[in-house]
């Protein structure tokens, strides 16, 4: 049984708008939440993440929020380019082991 | 930089073969970690490991076993490969448990097909 669910498997963008990625938990004892972001034929590699003592961190063009009472997480890429067409996974932990989602494919059309 | 790596990026065996998967780190990183990736399934963790001869059971440990012999090193064996076994195999490390950080790093992948 997934504790972490992406529920849209992809979204097409257009370049320059926004990026909306949705992530929902069951765990109530997960207390830190990462996204990763994976190329084809390339291992995922970090991009953001956050403690469920904040309800939003940003980095750049990438920020993720928090709604603990809801256990939904989102990733806002803004503005979306081209390099951004990858697969992005969330992920979850209460200690060291990270629970993944399955994922959602982000296209980013010209 | 962490650089995990990982001993082919592409392998094909046949059924009922025994397999070694390879993986070498070298941030002195406690944990080390082995994760299946399948479409629509995201990744799902085999084993881990959390120091030197030490390993646990993840979500999917069924058919496969693990070695850490070394600190840098992690090994993931397939006993007797399976068809259902064809997939992405991804390593990853972490520091330990006395570094508050939860970021993993993960190795370029190998694409294993059993025939």
């Known amino acids: 049984d997934q504790q972490v669910k992406q529920n849209s498997p992809s979204l097409s963008v257009q370049e320059g708008r926004i990026s909306i990625l949705n992530c929902d938990y069951t765990?109530?004892?997960?207390?830190?939440f990462l996204w990763y972001k994976k190329y084809p034929a390339e291992g995922p590699t970090f991009l953001i993440s956050?403690?469920?003592?904040?309800d939003k961190n940003e980095d750049g063009r990438f920020t993720v929020f928090l709604n603990k009472s809801a256990k939904h997480l989102s990733l806002h890429i803004v503005p979306s380019q081209p390099g951004d067409s990858a697969v992005y996974f969330c992920?979850?932990?209460?200690?060291?082991?990270?629970?993944f989602g399955a994922g959602t494919t982000v296209t980013v059309r010209a | 930089d962490v650089k995990v790596t990982q001993s082919s990026r592409y392998l094909v065996k046949r059924t009922g073969e025994k397999v070694f998967l390879e993986c070498v780190q070298d941030?002195?990183?406690?944990?080390m970690f082995w994760y299946r990736q399948d479409p629509g399934l995201g990744l799902r963790l085999i084993y881990f490991?959390?120091?030197?001869?030490?390993?646990e059971k993840g979500d999917i440990p069924e058919g496969y076993s693990v070695s850490r012999e070394k600190k840098e090193r992690f090994s993931l064996i397939l006993e007797s490969a399976s068809t259902n076994q064809t997939s992405m195999y991804l390593c990853?490390?972490?520091?330990?448990?006395?570094?508050?950080?939860?970021?993993?790093?993960f190795g370029p992948g190998t694409r294993l097909t059993v025939t």
């Open positions: 990853a490390s972490s520091p330990g448990q006395a570094i508050y950080s939860y970021e993993q790093y």
């Open positions: 765990n109530s004892m997960f207390d830190y």
């Open positions: 956050i403690s469920s003592i904040k």
């Open positions: 992920a979850a932990s209460p200690n060291y082991k990270l629970s």
């Open positions: 941030m002195d990183h406690e944990n």
């Open positions: 490991s959390y120091d030197v001869k030490m390993k």
